[in-house]
Every structure is written in structure tokens, then in C-alpha cells.
């Protein structure tokens, strides 16, 4: 009887810890995948979760996406986070939308939205400044309204082969670990 030498290790590297887009936007996804939702809806649930995260005005995104949510019977929770998500480009976006939004509502007499222009309204007649804010806001409105439909309808059709793809690969990857998986896999 000879005996054998204990297993060297493949590498004395310890394994490399999975990266902040993996563990913040693709787990947790994947996540969502094990629960149960299907790609159709998960590609619906992201898409609408990049439209309403991107809405012009600060405060209401949490609502949209929560009503819209529970009236589709879509995962809140994902949607959420998706929108939250977009924050950062959603303040990008945020001036020159109103900009454009104030160009659009405006009565053709300096509709140019600037901080020194809105200072000095302020200062002046403030209910002037209100008033071109808030032309400002709803012409911001009413763009994000016109390109939020084909961007989300691009998206959502975009995403479900993507979705399929990460449900079949995960599927794949839960049967290969079942024990009746490895026990079939041997065979005689």
C-alpha cells in the first residue's frame, strides 16, 4: 500500500473577489432570475426602471416606478433599484432638458434658462421665476414623455434575448449542482 501525497493547490493566489458591477447590477439580477420572474417580464421590469429613473423631475421617480410596478405585477423592488440606478444620468440630463423644455413652452421672450438669468428673476418678480421654472419642468415633461416610449419599447425588446440567455445559462449552472445532476452525469 502506497501512500499518496496531499493534493498541491492550483494556485496560492486566494480567489479574486467578484467586481462592484457583478456584486451591485449582475447578482442581484440573477437573483430576480431564481425568483421566478421571466424574461419577458424582467426585460419590462429594467426597461422601465432606465425610463422612469431618467424622468425629468427630482422626487417622483420612486412613485412612478412603484405604481407602475404593482400595477404591471412586476418585481417593485427591481424596478427600484434599476431607476435608482440612473440617477447619475438623470442629473446630466436634468438641465439641458429644462433648457430645452423652457425653449419649448416658453413665449419666445428670453427662454434661455440660465443660473443668472433665474437670479435675477428672483430678485426682480419671483412669481416670473417660478413661471419659467415650471414652463421649464413640464417642457422637460413632455420631452422625456415623446422619448421615453421608443427608448423604452427599444429596450425592452432588446433585453429579452439577453434575459433569455442569463435564465437558460442559470438554469444550467442550478442543474449541474443538484446532487441527481452529478449522480446522472457519471453513470455507468
Keep these: 500500500m502506497s501512500v499518496l ?7 496560492s493566489e486566494p480567489p479574486a473577489s467578484p467586481g462592484w458591477w457583478r456584486r451591485r447590477v449582475l447578482d442581484p439580477i440573477l437573483n430576480i ?3 421566478g ?5 424582467l426585460s419590462l ?5 432606465i425610463v422612469f429613473g431618467l424622468v425629468p423631475i427630482l422626487g417622483i421617480t420612486t412613485l412612478m416606478g412603484t405604481a407602475t410596478a404593482v400595477r404591471l405585477r412586476l418585481n417593485v423592488a427591481a424596478l427600484l433599484v434599476v431607476s435608482h440606478l440612473m440617477s447619475p ?4 440630463l436634468l438641465i439641458p432638458l429644462m433648457r430645452l423644455g ?13 443660473l443668472a438669468q433665474l437670479e435675477f428673476l428672483f430678485e426682480k418678480d419671483w412669481r416670473e421665476a417660478l413661471q419659467l421654472l ?4 413640464m417642457g422637460a415633461m413632455l420631452i422625456w414623455a415623446v422619448a421615453s416610449i421608443p427608448v423604452g419599447l427599444l429596450l425592452n425588446f432588446a433585453l429579452r434575448p439577453l434575459f433569455r440567455w442569463l435564465l437558460a445559462r442559470q438554469s444550467g449552472k442550478l442543474a449541474s449542482d443538484t446532487p441527481s445532476a452529478a449522480a446522472e452525469s457519471t453513470g455507468p
Design 5 to 11: 501525497p496531499p493534493p498541491v493547490p492550483a494556485s
Design 33 to 35: 432570475l431564481k425568483q
Design 37 to 41: 420572474l421571466t424574461p419577458k417580464q
Design 45 to 49: 421590469t429594467v426597461a422601465l426602471g
Design 89 to 92: 444620468v438623470q442629473l446630466l
Design 102 to 114: 423652457a425653449q419649448l413652452l416658453g413665449d419666445g421672450q428670453a427662454t434661455q434658462l440660465t
Design 134 to 137: 415650471w414652463q421649464a419642468s
